[in-house]
């Protein structure tokens, strides 16, 4: 630490008062800075590295700040900004909240084709080249992040939308964001989520002709899938789980817990039990929100995300 730049007292403000968003070029970083910024964040994006100490060394915050970091930054470097990251916790008195907004190749090309922009890490190559090079350069973040945000199957009204539930709070209370998505084995396992749980080994509605057209929100569904001997059993045991891993995450500083919940096709089982672990879990205070991701493939699928209390 330079001697031109000084801890200053912690001010009583949210555990989220800093936050430091990176990720993909493409990922949508704009998005989610200014979703904050509409939460009263104050907002930075691209600051140069060595602004950053300077930055929170003044006087104590009086909101909360999210500052970008982009890989195009002139003063970039992996090493440089995990060092920052430990001197601006050292100054504030506790640790930024690193998010990183995640996003698989194939769908940064799509967006970059559709913009028809050059990545900014090959100016002069294909689009793909900059892609690679930069998942690659900011991998050591990504596995290091607090929070971690797929925003593959996004929306940027769905970005905005996941940003106010996980730092959207108005009382400023500390507590830990849970997020459940059923999914489809078929079309693989969500990525970004903590846990993953099998619900295969229940009784399928889709092979009752009267049941499958419809899907998991449906009473009918949920009674049938209920029915089954093993779902009493497994629910409890599931239930007893989330209530001694939650509690612990949160006194660990986790602020963000995913949970994915998959069957064969994302349609029947796994929507049912995320409809009823958010019932339960809201009830116990957890805010909580939901994502049916393989229902809004389906025609007519909405993007399905609902906050449901908070602790």
Same mark, same amino acid.
């Given at each position: 630490m330079t001697d031109a730049v000084r801890p200053r007292e912690a001010a009583n403000t949210s555990a989220h008062d800093i936050v430091i968003m990176t990720g993909p070029a493409g990922a949508g970083r704009s998005t989610a800075i200014r979703a904050l910024e509409d939460l009263g964040f104050e907002a930075i994006d691209n600051l140069p590295l060595s602004f950053l100490p300077r930055l929170f060394a003044? +006087?104590?915050?009086?909101?909360? #700040?999210?500052? %970008?970091?982009?890989?195009?930054?002139?003063? @970039? /470097?992996?090493d440089r900004l995990t060092a920052l990251l430990e001197e601006i916790a050292g100054l504030v008195g506790r640790a930024p909240t690193l998010v990183y907004l995640d996003c698989d190749a194939g769908t940064l090309i799509r967006r970059y084709s559709e913009t028809r922009r050059r990545h900014p890490l090959s100016p002069h190559e294909t689009p793909q080249v900059g892609i690679d090079r930069e998942i690659s350069l900011l991998a050591p973040l990504r596995a290091r992040a607090d929070v971690l945000i797929d925003t593959g199957a996004l929306t940027p009204h769905d970005l905005r939308a996941e940003m106010e539930r996980l730092f959207g709070q108005e009382d400023g209370a500390e507590t830990l964001a849970v997020s459940l998505q059923s999914f489809s084995y078929k079309r693989g396992t969500p990525r970004g989520v903590d846990m993953v749980i099998d619900v295969r080994f229940?009784?399928?509605?889709?092979?009752d002709e009267a049941l499958r057209p419809l899907? %998991?929100?449906?009473?009918? #569904?949920?009674? @049938?899938?209920?029915?089954? +001997?093993?779902? %009493?059993? @497994? *629910?409890?045991?599931?239930?007893?789980?989330?209530? @001694?891993?939650?509690? /612990? *995450?949160?006194?660990?500083?986790?602020? *963000?817990?995913g949970l994915g919940m998959g069957c064969t096709g994302g349609k029947h089982r796994s929507v049912v039990l995320v409809e009823a672990l958010a019932k339960t879990l809201a009830e116990d205070g957890w805010r909580v929100s939901i994502r049916h991701r393989d229902l809004e493939r389906t025609p007519g699928g909405a993007a399905l995300g609902l906050g449901m209390g908070v602790a």
């Open positions: 003044g +006087p104590p915050l009086t909101r909360p #700040v999210v500052v %970008g970091v982009d890989a195009r930054n002139r003063e @970039f /470097a992996i229940l009784r399928n509605p889709h092979w899907d %998991g929100r449906d009473p009918l #569904v949920a009674a @049938f899938v209920a029915a089954d +001997p093993g779902y %009493g059993p @497994f *629910y409890a045991r599931l239930i007893d789980l989330l209530r @001694f891993l939650l509690p /612990a *995450y949160r006194a660990e500083g986790k602020s *963000y817990f």
